[in-house]
């Protein structure tokens, strides 16, 4: 088996909570890494009507909250999912080029989610990372 925890560089991008409202994730730095993909985990869900959160992923070159955008789908690889279920893990890959990325979770109706978000960095420049 080859090593990949010394490859990759990871980073909180949403602390794991219960999450009652909108929420935009931790900025991530990608300097340093050729790429870049999110990982997002759910537990329970509450309220009524049927609890409806989603996920997108967005960018910026700056770590100014409003000089974000959300990330064309030219730059990504993999789909969220309309609607995010409880008890499960996506992950979508950001191929752009901006040096910051964050991951956003937007409520659209029920009361909370359970929800953390990890950012992967791989291909990186300078091996081992720390």
């Known amino acids: 088996m080859r090593d990949i925890a010394s490859n990759i560089g990871t980073v909180q991008a949403l602390a794991p909570a219960v999450q009652s409202a909108t929420i935009k994730g ?3 730095d990608t ?3 050729e790429s870049c993909a999110f ?3 759910t537990g329970a869900t509450a309220g009524s009507p049927a609890p409806s959160f989603t996920a997108k992923l967005q960018e910026s ?3 100014t909250d409003g000089d974000f955008t959300d990330v064309d ?3 990504l690889v993999g789909t969220l999912p309309d609607s995010l279920e409880e008890s499960s893990t996506y992950k979508q890959s950001y ?3 901006r040096k910051y990325a964050r991951v956003v979770v937007t409520k659209n109706s029920g009361t909370s989610i359970a929800a953390g978000a990890v950012a992967v960095l791989g291909h990186a420049r300078s091996r081992p990372v720390a």
């Open 31 to 33: 300097a340093g890494f």
């Open 39 to 41: 990982v997002i985990n």
């Open 73 to 75: 789908a030219t730059h």
């Open 26 to 28: 931790e900025t991530v």
């Open 61 to 63: 070159d700056t770590t």
């Open 95 to 97: 191929i752009g080029h």
